[in-house]
């Protein structure tokens, strides 16, 4: 069907109105939960998480600074603006790892705050209602923590650290809430042992792998209240 040329304009006209009428109806149960980006730069949400009661999203973004990414939370219903969970004391700060508690009360998260790629472990109320906390003892030069995670009750963590020896990566369990020191539950490693993966069998029981009693010979251990043994040993990798 052709129209005369008086009048393609008028039809060309028409038919972007409804092109952008049908893109405004495509967008109208759409709504944006993340706080404005950076304009003019690379401002971008790099990943996010949402809370096991459904109530909580959190994402990593570099929002005021570009490629400085910075925890925040925002609840799922949009109902209040986004807040900055994590703190920056240096223009580089980030923010590597992060997760909610087993009762989405709380949020734990990696930050290298004080220097460069050496983490310090932190809890924050989801909503911001109480400052961040710190889990781990303040860490000396080149020691950093690598990762962590949650018991099942929510009543404790554990990661791993060289912040004791400063060489190999041990195993450390530490109160969610913070009322106790961490205490170290991996038992001593040889020179060039490391812990490789742990998860927590129990509330009370972490398993984990690691090389303890001979370089690159990787054994699976379990670690209770004031108790270590050595259960299997760990299959080797899949390549």
Request: proline share 8%; aromatic share 10%.
């Amino acid at each position: 069907m052709s129209f005369p040329a008086i009048l393609r304009p008028r039809v060309l006209l028409a038919a972007l109105a409804l092109s952008a009428l049908a893109a405004a109806q495509e967008r109208a149960h759409v709504r944006r939960l993340s706080d404005e980006l950076v304009r003019g730069r690379v401002g971008d949400v790099f990943d996010s998480t949402v809370s096991a009661d459904e109530r909580w999203i959190v994402y990593r973004a570099d929002a005021t600074q570009d490629e400085r990414f910075e925890l925040y939370s925002v609840p799922v219903d949009g109902s209040a603006p986004p807040v900055k969970l994590s703190f920056a004391s240096r223009p580089d700060t980030d923010v590597p790892a992060f997760a909610f508690s087993p009762d989405s009360t709380r949020v734990l998260f990696l930050a290298d705050t004080l220097r460069n790629e050496q983490n310090d472990l932190y809890v924050v109320a989801a909503d911001r209602s109480t400052p961040p906390y710190r889990l781990n003892p303040p860490l000396a030069a080149h020691r950093t923590l690598r990762d962590f995670g949650c018991s099942a009750d929510g009543a404790w963590v554990a990661f791993r650290s060289n912040h004791a020896s400063g060489a190999g990566f041990e195993l450390f369990r530490v109160p969610l809430d913070g009322s106790a020191a961490a205490l170290r539950v991996s038992a001593p490693l040889v020179p060039g042992g490391d812990v490789r993966g742990y998860r927590f069998a129990s509330p009370t029981e972490l398993v984990y792998d690691a090389d303890q009693d001979s370089d690159e010979v990787y054994e699976l251990y379990a670690s209770s209240i004031g108790e270590l043994r050595r259960r299997a040993p760990a299959p080797e990798p899949t390549r």
